[in-house]
């Protein structure tokens, strides 16, 4: 097959994943099923994509990363920093530390700065996988959002160690006063320009728009080009693309709350970006199944570069890496959760002893995955001097395993740890009250603009003014009953009004797939065009989301 053609089988086993893994009578994680459905690319291509790493990093890591950044709950993210700065920077480093001597120790004809760079490449952690492994276990939503904002920063931490490393094995040394000067440009370079590129591709995008108007497509292409456009100027400046992309994200998820954006641009870009996510994430499983047989071959041929004869030595390194990640990862998580938990002792506020089955749980969530994979591809294929890069297929076998090992674990050992696990946090009480309130006060608001509305109209078309206020009366009614104004009615006929609010629903839902079917009857007679139905079942699919 041509490599084309072996891009769009990838493609397609992407959408296969999708409905196998609901099909399928044994609950299993989508990664594992996109790995399998690779494997089977692979067999029928007859052989394995060349990759070129610096491309692969490229297509694959900014958008992800920009993604991440652009949509992690930024009130759990500061709420929980601590932990998450200890999981995010303080367990990458000692991850790379501790596994990167025992994977030298264990396998000495690896050099020392592959084994950080290995070690480094599998630190960071993937809560897409972690989320697809518990879509049908109660996670609790705070844990959730820990592991999302340790996994947002371990990406960059990681990557950045895997960075140094590699470096070190290209050039054969290693300087930790260079080092230590050479990260602070890099994270404080790379923050600084995802930030500066977000913010001026945001202003420009807005004067043109002020200026020409807004062109839904444009905007959205824009928006798809920012984490590109961030990563390769880092890279151009010798700054971190990984934090540029990462922050061009974050500052991303300001911009997006001044409401500037047309509501049809937004509705668009989100599902643009639900599809890219799908994707992407999608097709670095699936190209790790596909790459799995070339990768085992090319292993078991430099399986002599590690000092053995038989290929098996390379499960057992494997199986001896994911354990020590384990333990690593769970020492880490008790000390962290109970420094924690002492501080807040010390300071006074209330608070219990972290649960034993919350510590395994979070250890367990260290789930390795995409991010693993496109680090750890994106080795370089020859050291400066032209000789080939040091146990390369070695290492890239290790992550891959490991991907493999931390996904087939967790599956099978998560759900069970979260069956019959409280999950009701604070935090999630809380935020229910939150919702509440903005629910309140936008209503407010909505009561206020509607009576100045229909005053204004009334004053401009005396002789309808009946008619704008009766209209008034019964839009603002939704709203009142929101405000809670009439308080008696609530108590006493509250089931009364939610089986009338079901039936009006339902009735509403009758009447839009009757409009709905009517467009297509009359664009399948050619009596208004394809176009014009597009647009009015558009109309009409929006308001059915609204209902759902």
């Known amino acids: 097959m041509h490599s084309i053609e072996v891009v769009l089988a990838m493609l397609l086993a992407v959408v296969v994943s999708g409905y196998l893994v609901r099909a399928l009578p044994v609950s299993l994680p989508i990664p594992l099923v996109q790995i399998a459905l690779g494997a089977l690319v692979a067999k ?42 200890e999981l995010a920077l303080g367990l990458v480093l000692f991850t790379v530390v501790g596994a990167g001597y025992l994977i030298h120790w264990m396998i000495p004809s690896m050099p020392l700065a592959v084994a950080f760079a290995l070690a480094a490449v599998v630190s960071p952690t993937d809560p897409v996988a972690v989320s697809s492994i518990v879509s049908r276990g109660p996670m609790p939503k705070r844990l959730m959002h820990i592991l999302e904002g340790e996994s947002l920063l371990n990406d960059a931490s990681g990557l950045v160690c895997f960075r140094f490393a590699v470096l070190a094995a290209m050039t054969g040394s290693f300087s930790l006063q260079e080092a230590s000067l050479t990260f602070l440009w890099l994270a404080l370079g790379g923050l ?3 930030i500066a590129a977000t913010l001026a591709i945001s202003h420009a995008q807005r004067w043109l728009s002020r200026h020409w108007g807004e062109e839904s497509g444009s905007a959205i292409l ?30 991303m998820s300001y911009v997006e709350l001044s409401g500037r954006a047309l509501a ?56 001896a890496i994911a ?13 962290s959760l109970h420094l924690v938990f002492f501080n807040a002792r010390r300071n006074g506020r209330e608070m219990s002893a972290p649960d034993s089955r919350i510590v395994r749980v979070m250890s367990l969530s260290g789930v390795r995955g995409a991010i693993t994979l496109a680090g750890v591809l994106s080795l370089p294929l020859l050291l400066p001097d032209g000789q080939p890069f040091p146990a390369r297929d070695v290492a890239i076998f290790l992550a891959a395993m490991v991907i493999l090992i931390s996904l087939i674990a967790s599956s099978a050992l998560l759900p069970r740890l979260l069956r019959g696990l409280d999950v009701t946090m604070p935090a999630e009480s809380a935020e ?38 009766q209209a008034a009366v019964r839009v603002m009614a939704d709203y009142k009953y929101r405000l809670g ?25 009758a009447a839009l797939r009757a409009e709905r079917e009517s467009i297509f009857r009359l664009a399948r007679g050619k009596r208004i065009s394809d176009e014009m139905s597009r647009r009015l079942v558009r109309q009409i699919d929006l308001i059915e989301a609204r209902y759902h």
């Open 432 to 469: 229910e009250h939150e919702e509440k309130e903005a629910l309140r006060a936008a209503a407010a608001e909505a009561i206020k603009a509607i009576e100045e509305a229909s005053h204004a109209l009334a004053a401009d078309n005396a002789a309808e003014a009946d008619l704008y206020t």
């Open 323 to 335: 354990v020590i990640l384990a333990a690593l990862r769970y020492a880490w998580v008790w000390v």
């Open 222 to 251: 824009v928006n798809l080009l920012i984490p590109f456009g961030a990563y390769l100027l880092a890279e151009r400046l010798h700054a971190s693309g990984i934090l540029a992309a990462v922050a061009a994200g974050v500052t």
């Open 192 to 194: 600084a320009i995802g």
């Open 485 to 509: 104004a009439d308080e008696e009615r609530a108590e006493t006929g509250g089931a009364y009004l939610r089986a009338a609010d079901r039936a009006e629903i339902a009735l509403r839902l």
């Open 44 to 85: 029928f291509s007859g052989s394995a994509v060349r990759l070129e790493p610096e491309i692969f990093f490229l297509l694959f890591l900014p958008p992800l990363l920009f993604l991440d950044g652009w949509r992690i709950p930024k009130a759990g993210l500061f709420r929980d920093k601590l932990v998450i700065v």
């Open 264 to 319: 049809t641009t937004r509705v668009q870009r989100a599902a643009v970006w639900d599809m890219a996510r799908f994707a992407l994430n999608g097709l670095m499983f699936v190209l790790l199944g596909e790459q799995l047989p070339a990768i085992f071959s090319r292993a078991a041929i430099s399986v002599q570069e590690v000092g053995q004869q038989s290929s098996l030595w390379l499960v057992v390194y494997a199986l």
